[in-house]
T-cell receptor, first 113, second 113 residues
Framework: SQELEQSPQSLIVQEGKNLTINCTSS?????LYWYKQKYGEGLIFLMM?????EEKSHEKITAKLDEKKQQSSLHITASQPSHAGIYLC?????????????FGKGTKLSVKP | DAGVIQSPRHEVTEMGQEVTLRCKPI?????LFWYRQTMMRGLELLIY????????DSGMPEDRFSAKMPNASFSTLKIQPSEPRDSAVYFC???????????FGPGTRLTVT
């Protein structure tokens, strides 16, 4: 069973549009990490969230962790072709001190120019 | 910083052969992680080290897989004997501390025929 669910699995948007990717777990997320991956390459760290209600932004990407710490969203404003790739969320669901992360299956984002 | 370095980037081998994957973590990081990524199962943690000591190897598929970290700047993942189902992209990641964000290498794409 997949303990970390991402939605949607894939997304095609027109350049300039906003979009949201979700990451949901039935367990408490002790540390939620967002990564971006391009085909054939490694994962690039985007942001880390730890506290319920926490929100972080970097350029046009904003990530939030809900108060219950069971869901996170990644929002991209005014998408650009450079945002295309696979977005993965990773989380520690075992208690916050282990480093044993599980990952969602990823959301494949395509941005049409 | 050069980032996490992995070698080789691509490996094609025949079933039954021994395969050794190598990783050099970011200098100063004391935690190192080995992952495997496939279309079917996504990104899975195989094993991780803290201060060169294996902490959790519960993700290692079976006895054919072994990992070592003889010093702070080098780790290997060995598969002996290799099987076609081992074909995947293997990533190494490192972090400053176990619960800090992980930085991934470019991966080794392994094909076992």
């Amino acid at each position: 069973s997949q303990e970390l669910e991402q939605s949607p699995q894939s997304l095609i948007v027109q350049e300039g549009k906003n979009l949201t990717i979700n990451c949901t777990s039935s367990k408490t997320l002790y540390g939620l990490y967002w990564y971006k991956q391009k085909y054939g390459e490694g994962l690039i760290f985007l942001m880390m969230l730890q506290k319920g209600g926490e929100e972080k932004s970097h350029e046009k990407i904003t990530a939030k962790l809900d108060e219950k710490k069971q869901q996170s969203s990644l929002h991209i404003t005014a998408s650009q072709p450079s945002h295309a790739g696979i977005y993965l969320c990773g989380a520690d669901i075992n208690g916050g001190s282990q480093g044993n992360l599980i990952f969602g299956k990823g959301t494949k984002l395509s941005v049409k120019p | 910083d050069a980032g996490v370095i992995q070698s080789p980037r691509h490996e094609v081998t025949e079933m039954g052969q021994e395969v050794t994957l190598r990783c050099k973590p970011i200098s100063g990081h004391n935690s190192l992680f080995w992952y495997r990524q496939t279309m079917m199962r996504g990104l899975e943690l195989l094993i991780y080290f803290n201060n060169n000591v294996p902490i959790d190897d519960s993700g290692m598929p079976e006895d054919r897989f072994s990992a070592k970290m003889p010093n702070a700047s080098f780790s290997t993942l060995k598969i002996q004997p290799s099987e076609p189902r081992d074909s995947a992209v293997y990533f190494c990641a490192s972090s400053f501390q176990v619960t800090y964000e992980q930085y991934f290498g470019p991966g080794t794409r392994l094909t076992v025929t």
